[in-house]
Nanobody, 116 residues
Framework: QVPLVESGGGLVQPGGSLRLSCAAS????????MSWYRQVPGKERELVAL????????QYADSVKGRFTISRDNVKNTMYMQMNSLKPEDTAVYYC?????????WGQGTQVTVSS
């Protein structure tokens, strides 16, 4: 069973929106802080947004503040990221991560391409 599965990526024009989802299984979702990372070829994976296990605290990279919103549903074991006002520089593979102490899970990634 794959612990994390992302979906919702795709091709969108600049200024458009996408909603990413990350469905969790095989671990106790509401014990884990959840994050979205992104990576472009030749660069390190970078943290985009983070949400605590209870959803009470969120953090964002400066580059996405005011445009992206991270959220989670601990009943559905799913994390989301609403991405608005997308820019070409948001183009990347987006990965979700679950972390608790030394335990960490990664999804397989979903491609987001922002282009006209």
């Amino acid at each position: 069973q794959v612990p994390l599965v992302e979906s919702g990526g795709g091709l969108v024009q600049p200024g458009g929106s996408l909603r990413l989802s990350c469905a969790a299984s095989a671990f106790t979702f509401n014990y884990y802080a959840m994050s979205w990372y992104r990576q472009v070829p030749g660069k390190e994976r970078e943290l985009v947004a983070l949400i605590t296990s209870d959803g009470g605290t969120t953090q964002y990279a400066d580059s996405v503040k005011g445009r992206f919103t991270i959220s989670r549903d601990n009943v559905k074991n799913t994390m989301y990221m609403q991405m608005n006002s997308l820019k070409p520089e948001d183009t990347a593979v987006y990965y979700c991560n679950a972390a608790r102490g030394s335990a960490s899970y990664w999804g397989q990634g979903t491609q987001v391409t922002v282009s006209s």
